[in-house]
């Protein structure tokens, strides 16, 4: 089974500071995700990954950026974390064309 | 842009009554279209697929059907059961140097005992 971990299942942080998320998978998948979920909203894509080193903007990339170094992780950047950034965040990981994610257990982030 | 509409935003049926949820899409070049449920406090999981080559795929209690033409596509579920209570996402692939997959807002299923 192919696994993505995200490295936190809750988080807090304050106003300003800048975050990290983390994710992992387990299975040399070529593509990595970001998006954040929100209730009405469904799923939204900030990020995603085709290979090392390579990074596209989703659909809500503003007030994040991203980080490939190495196969199996890509990390979420928070610069500057505000209050409408508090939201669920899910990684997902997928070979190449024409099949599904897999999806990590989501961090909750909320911003004070 | 790929833009993905779903519908109902809830729905609550029966237990043993079916489930009916639709998509539609707007790019044509989509080609692939998962369903995922996520239970409460759990990761969205892949239920069923279908290709835009394929009217329809069946799994057990689960349906998927697809009309490219009108650019439409339905989840059915039937004899639906308590644990058939989650939130359903539907959504539809693009090609942006990787496949990403777009989604739709979401379905709130509960089923009444």
């Known amino acids: 089974d192919v696994k993505v971990t995200q490295s936190s299942r809750y988080l807090v942080k304050r106003t300003g500071e800048k975050v990290f998320l983390e994710c992992v998978q387990d299975m040399d998948h070529e593509n990595m995700f970001w998006y954040r979920q929100d209730p009405g909203l469904g799923l939204r894509l900030i990020y995603f990954?085709?290979?090392?080193?390579m990074k596209e903007k989703g659909d809500i990339p503003e007030g994040y950026s991203v980080s490939r170094e190495k196969k199996e992780r890509f990390s979420l950047i928070l610069e500057s974390a505000s209050t409408n950034q508090t939201s669920m965040y899910l990684c997902?990981?997928?070979w190449g064309s024409g099949d599904g994610y897999t999806f990590g257990s989501g961090t909750r982030l909320t911003v004070v | 842009g790929e833009n993905v509409e779903q519908h109902p935003s809830t729905l609550s049926v029966q237990e043993g009554d079916s489930a009916v949820i639709k998509c539609t899409y707007s790019?044509?070049?989509?080609?692939?279209f998962p369903w995922y449920k996520q239970e409460l406090g759990k990761r969205p999981q892949l239920i069923i697929d279908i290709r835009s080559n394929v009217g329809e795929k069946k799994d057990q209690r689960i349906a998927v059907t697809l009309n490219k033409t009108a650019k439409h596509f339905s989840l059915h579920i039937t004899e639906t059961q308590p644990e058939d209570s989650a939130v359903y996402f539907c959504?539809?692939?693009?090609?942006?140097?990787?496949?990403?997959?777009?989604f739709g807002q979401g379905t709130r299923l509960t089923i009444n005992p």
């Open positions: 959504a539809a692939s693009i090609i942006q140097g990787a496949q990403k997959l777009v």
């Open positions: 990954s085709y290979d090392v080193k």
């Open positions: 997902a990981s997928s």
């Open positions: 790019d044509s070049a989509s080609n692939y």
